[in-house]
């Protein structure tokens, strides 16, 4: 048997690139003939890849496509002969990039037409979540299953940067947001909490947002001008932009709880993340939030930024809740090791 794995995009760093890579890596483990192809790759995994241009059909292969974004490979899965299988990570709605980016509200369109279009070309389709899963059933996709995001969780026991530690090492309490700076996930609302907490609780705090601040300019300009008139500095609200490996697990490392206000996720593996470093979280209850920390974290409903910087400082001066929290989430990295064995998916693609 031979899989092939195609993705639009083959990002460092990225959720979706990384989790090709870990199924391709144990199907060469388990001695099954394995192939990534890429449209395009960053230069420090494009050797894990076949350049699409320079792909040679193999009839006999089965076909994974890993969909998120519009791109020529919808067209070319639609004419594809052979087994095929689609892998959905979701699609941010169109309407949160409205205002922000013409570009990117259209090619969120484009990609929900895409996704349309190909309701009736695979033997099989996965949605990382059964919130994802249950959009490809309401689109009319057959033979729909769960099967998590697969997450290589040893590199998170790798080196950790001690300078970068020392950064973060004083009186301040770190509340840690990592993900993409866009507009679904809300770090305006993470700057409103932050404010209500150094301005009634505790001036010792600090928000520490991972991710790239590049991707949509006129956004991440947006909730820089809005700290700024919250008189929130550089020191109180620190982006860091895209963090190398050993930088990003030394935030992880020294992070005091971890806030989502995200509005919209199709799995969110940060929250993932956090629980495998025993930090706590406090979530609000949106998309595949509630399914993926399963039992793990705090869920909310209302966005009272008020309220949400309170429950921030119950979970950190709670030394029974904060234990209580790590837990819980050293039990949902059991259940996400069970859930997201490689295995069950290899007896699928054979059973095809």
């Known amino acids: 048997m031979t899989v092939e794995q195609f993705l639009p995009a083959f990002h460092y760093g990225d959720a979706i690139g990384n989790s090709a890579l870990a199924l391709h890596r144990f199907l060469l483990a388990s001695g099954v003939e394995s192939r990534l192809v890429a449209m395009t790759s960053d230069a420090g995994v494009s050797d894990q890849a076949v350049r699409f241009q320079d792909y040679r059909l193999d009839p006999g292969a089965i076909k994974i496509l890993h969909f998120a974004v519009a791109s020529q490979l919808t067209d070319y899965f639609l004419e594809l002969p052979g087994k095929k299988v689609m892998i959905y990570h979701n699609i941010t709605p169109a309407r949160f990039f409205a205002g922000f980016s013409d570009f990117l509200t259209g090619f969120t369109h484009a990609g929900r037409e895409h996704l349309r279009r190909l309701n009736n070309t695979f033997d099989l389709c996965l949605g990382d979540s059964t919130y994802n899963a249950n959009e490809l059933r309401e689109l009319g996709f057959a033979n729909v299953r769960v099967f998590p995001l697969l997450v290589d969780l040893g590199e998170y026991e790798a080196e950790t940067s001690s300078a970068y530690l020392k950064l973060l090492q004083n009186d301040r309490k770190n509340i840690l947001f990592t993900g993409r700076i866009m507009p679904n996930k809300r770090i305006e609302d993470l700057i409103k909490v932050v404010f209500f907490y150094k301005k009634y609780i505790s001036p010792a705090v600090r928000l520490i947002v991972v991710g790239n601040t590049r991707a949509l300019p006129k956004y991440f300009l947006a909730v820089q001008d809005l700290a700024a008139r919250f008189y929130l500095t550089a020191e109180d609200v620190f982006f860091t932009g895209h963090l190398p490996a050993d930088e990003f697990l030394a935030v992880y490392r020294h992070a005091d709880v971890f806030l989502s206000m995200s ?51 119950q979970v950190l001066r709670n030394g029974p809740l904060y234990r209580q929290l790590q837990e819980k989430a050293d039990a949902r990295i059991q259940r996400y090791r069970l859930q997201a064995d490689p295995q069950r998916l290899l007896a699928w693609l054979r059973d095809m």
């Open 263 to 313: 509005e919209h996720e199709g799995f969110c593996l940060p929250l993932l993340e956090s629980c495998f470093f025993r930090l706590p979280v406090l979530a609000f209850n949106a998309g595949a939030v509630a399914e993926t920390l399963d039992g793990a974290g705090m869920l909310f409903n209302e966005k009272n930024s008020a309220l949400v910087a309170g429950l921030v400082d």
